[in-house]
């Protein structure tokens, strides 16, 4: 066996610094961040050929003197952590290991000035080999280049992307950090153009929404929900997107703790939790959240990058996320985005008026009431109303034409009384006028129209019944006069019969029966009549892919969702007046009627002033 001997130094700095220097992309974000604790208001970044050829970080921060830089590219030294307590970290570097790092794998020189100095100081780091300090003329502050990284580590080279993609990380870093720090200028340029560029903002709150909507965009700033939640001494600020702006991936979902950008999943997954149903399946909201917590409240010092946290109250944490955004989502009432109106007439003027400029168009919303609680099917809905919603469905059953069966699916309705339809008009939703090809139904409001999809619609209606009434307890059922047997592969039958216990919380009764076949005994009464076999195939599926690692309460949700879907009214289903007010006033009282339990929108809205720039009036 061989004698234990200790590394070369220079080799131990190159481990290091493939722990802390993964990429270009990781030594901009430490440089960056020096910038920001030094106390400097304006950052440029020059990049070549995505930072592998330079970087190059100019800021107007406090800057180093002689001997400040020559401690600086030493191992450990800091001037960030003066209490020597790992738990009491104001600033983002404490290490003292990232310019050591990237000067082992990099041609490194750091120049720095103080206000107090009549000239600055350079000093140069080849590959670990450092030079002397020299004097340098240059204005107060400090500027790091970075050539060549990786070139003396070849190996690591291999593991780049093309230039693009390592560019789009550098951008990327740097805006999470412009998004946190609003009151600094970022500039960005990669030689041919600019990549960035962010004017300071006020160090408020509405400096920090003007910041985000120069980052992520103005739509998103404009348009989502403003967040302000407290519990015990942590604090949460932001805002968060409709849930039908919803996005592919998770790379719109911005977490900052303590001002510091994090990527963890254990807030990504509850910030997922707090969208709960309202999301299709893989699909991610937008949202920005700042979470503040004392500095003892908080380690980040468990990932060499600082991209990951741990909070000492993890569930505290979860708690004071999951309930906000659910509670800002449901007080936000119709959650139907406002851009749905802006996207659908900038279709429109691609295909008739390109130069007509985009509209925006946002419904004001009353406060948000809970549902009733289902106690029995109704004949025509599966869903009973409000009292005041069936006072306002029956006032408009009497002076609405009672069906536009006999008609013609696209006629208009007859004109009703002028009072009536007037306080119809100025409900969010509006008075419904006709039912398009059996599936859409048209409303007039008093300043445009609204389009809603009436399947999905009610769809969301059920899901929110059926979870008010599973809060009080298990779901009343109804018996089937004939049983349903349903044959099924081993495996459904498996996930099924492993979830008796939920089904029957939800008014759904199965057994095994037989070899390969199940028996339907119970379905939910809520749902009325419904195709039992068809259900139980679907939620065989269902429960066979969530598997499981889905919590009892994540598998309860696809468990309604699927049968809710089920219970709604069809598309293809012809309704009278009074059933398509119904449904409008049953909305507007319900929690995220604005998208279905699959997250797709249930209404569009256009305003009249949408309607006249479609047409060319304005």
Not at 86 to 113: C, H, K, M, Q, Y
Not at 420 to 436: I, S, W
Not at 501 to 507: F, I, N, T
């Amino acid at each position: 066996m061989a004698d234990i001997r200790l590394l070369p130094s220079q080799l131990v700095d190159q481990i290091a610094a493939g722990e802390v220097i993964e990429r270009p992309a990781a030594a901009l974000k430490e440089l960056v961040e020096n910038a920001i604790d030094s106390g400097a208001r304006h950052i440029t970044i020059h990049l070549k050929e995505g930072g592998l050829k330079e970087i190059v970080v100019t800021d107007d921060g406090c800057g180093m003197t002689q001997d400040d830089l020559s401690l600086a590219i030493q191992r450990h030294a800091t001037s960030k952590l003066p209490n020597a307590d790992l738990f009491d970290i104001n600033s983002f570097g404490f290490r003292g290991e990232a310019l050591p790092s990237i000067g082992s794998v990099s041609d490194l020189t750091l120049r720095s000035r103080t206000s107090s100095e009549a000239h600055g100081w350079a000093l140069r780091v080849l590959h670990g080999t450092l030079s002397a300090v020299e004097p340098h003329a240059m204005a107060y502050g400090t500027q790091v280049i970075v050539r060549d990284l990786f070139a003396n580590v070849p190996a690591r080279l291999k593991f780049m992307k093309t230039t693009r993609t390592e560019a789009g990380n550098c951008v990327d870093v740097i805006k999470r950090l412009a998004m946190a720090w609003p009151m600094i200028a970022f500039e960005a340029h990669d030689g041919l153009r600019k990549l960035l560029h962010y004017v300071p903002r006020s160090d408020d709150e509405q400096g920090r929404i003007l910041r985000l909507g120069d980052v992520v965009g103005r739509s998103f700033s404009e348009q989502a929900i403003p967040l302000d939640a407290m519990r015990d001494e942590a604090v949460m600020t932001g805002l968060i997107g409709m849930p039908t702006a919803n996005k592919p991936t998770t790379a719109h979902m911005y977490f900052f703790v303590n001002n510091r950008p994090v990527r963890d999943k254990f807030l990504l997954g509850a910030l997922r939790a707090g969208y709960g149903d309202t999301l299709p399946r893989g699909r991610h909201p937008m949202a920005v959240l700042f979470i503040t917590v004392p500095s003892a409240d908080v380690d980040v010092n468990v990932h060499p990058a600082k991209a990951e946290v741990r909070f000492q109250d993890q569930s505290g944490i979860r708690s004071l996320i999951v309930g906000s955004v659910m509670s800002h989502l449901r007080d936000a009432q119709l959650n139907n985005p406002a851009e749905s109106g802006g996207d659908s007439l900038r279709y429109f003027q691609a295909n008739s008026f390109p130069s007509a400029p985009a509209a925006k168009s946002r419904p004001s919303y009353p406060s948000y009431q809970a549902p009733p609680r289902m106690d029995e099917a109704h004949a025509n809905w599966q869903a009973p109303l409000s009292a005041a919603a069936s006072e306002r469905a029956a006032q408009a059953a009497q002076t609405i034409a009672p069906s536009i069966a006999e008609s013609q699916p696209q006629a208009r309705m007859e004109q009703a009384d002028e009072d009536t339809v007037t306080a119809l008009h100025n409900t969010p939703l509006g008075a419904a006028k006709a039912q398009l090809h059996n599936t859409y139904l048209v409303s007039e409001t008093a300043d445009g129209i609204v389009i809603i999809d009436q399947h999905a619609a009610h769809e969301r209606l059920v899901m929110e019944r059926m979870k008010a009434a599973m809060e009080e307890g298990a779901l009343p059922s109804q018996i089937l006069l004939l049983p349903e047997v349903v044959d099924l592969p081993d495996h459904q039958i498996s996930a099924l019969l492993s979830q008796t216990d939920l089904l029957l919380k939800a008014g759904l009764e199965v057994e095994a029966f037989g070899e390969g076949s199940i028996i339907i005994r119970q379905t939910p009464a809520i749902l009325g009549e419904v195709d039992a076999k068809k259900l139980i195939l679907d939620l065989a599926e269902e429960l066979t892919e969530i598997g499981t690692m889905t919590s009892f309460d994540q598998k309860i949700e696809h468990v309604i969702a699927t049968m809710s879907c089920h219970g709604s009214v069809r598309a293809g289903r012809q309704l009278n007046g009074a059933e398509m007010n119904a449904l409008l006033r049953e909305m507007e009282i319900t929690p995220r009627s604005g998208q279905c339990n699959h997250g797709r929108p249930t209404y569009v809205s256009l305003s009249l002033q949408d309607i006249e720039k479609l047409f060319g009036r304005r």
